[in-house]
T-cell receptor, first 111, second 110 residues
């Protein structure tokens, strides 16, 4: 089955700096790669996603890049703010029925 | 309006008891899931139902039994609770690829 690895497990940045979280996947057939943000005491929430026919997608301060050849994808957050502090999860899916999650990155934005 | 709701939010119980967690989604989605999140925040899928039919059943002890009375509900019943069952359980639903999670149920087994 699919195996998704995520790094780093913890990340601290100064407010206004950029944050980058990286994931790799093992199954080259996976074609959908979402990113979720989980705030304390809440469920994960989809913040951005990318499909395998696209190399990059951007939504305001958040961007995701995908390298299908190397089987890795990354989340980029620019101009970080304290409210960006949360746990972020990457995931990979082939069918849209089963999702394989990374192990999470705890991001702390220091004011 | 809450898209995916779960009850209860907190559940504290003794080892050996039987308990249920309820989940409802008002999005009209066909597929629903149960995930377990342990203390290290690892998210692991337990079950997936599509139109009331079980489509994914990961390696979960048979003490866990999901029940889907209709497309909008997926409940989780747990028999003979053990200490290792303590975790946060999330319900989710999907239509297409976009997945929506409930707020979670924190289960503590004493």
């Amino acid at each position: 089955g699919e195996n998704v690895e995520q790094h780093p497990s913890t990340l601290s940045v100064q407010e206004g700096d950029s944050a980058v979280i990286k994931c790799t996947y093992s199954d080259s057939a996976s074609n959908y790669f979402p990113w979720y943000k989980q705030e304390l005491g809440k469920g994960p929430q989809l913040i951005i996603d990318i499909r395998s026919n696209v190399g990059e997608k951007k939504d305001q301060r958040i961007a995701v890049t995908l390298n299908k050849t190397a089987k890795h994808f990354s989340l980029h957050i620019t101009e970080t703010q304290p409210e960006d502090s949360a746990v972020y999860f990457c995931a990979a899916s082939l069918t849209g029925n089963q999702f394989y999650f990374g192990t999470g990155t705890s991001l702390t934005v220091i004011p | 309006d809450t898209a995916v709701s779960q009850t209860p939010k907190y559940l504290v119980t003794q080892m050996g008891n039987d308990k249920s967690i309820k989940c409802e989604q008002n999005l009209g989605h066909d597929t629903m899931y149960w995930y377990k999140q342990d203390s290290k925040k690892f998210l692991k899928i337990m079950f997936s139902y599509n139109n009331k039919e079980l489509i994914i059943n990961e390696t979960v002890p048979n003490r866990f039994s999901p029940k889907s009375p209709d497309k909008a509900h997926l409940n989780l019943h747990i028999n003979s609770l053990e200490l290792g069952d303590s975790a946060v359980y999330f319900c989710a639903s999907t239509q297409g690829y976009e997945q929506f999670f409930g707020p979670g149920t924190r289960l503590t087994v004493l």
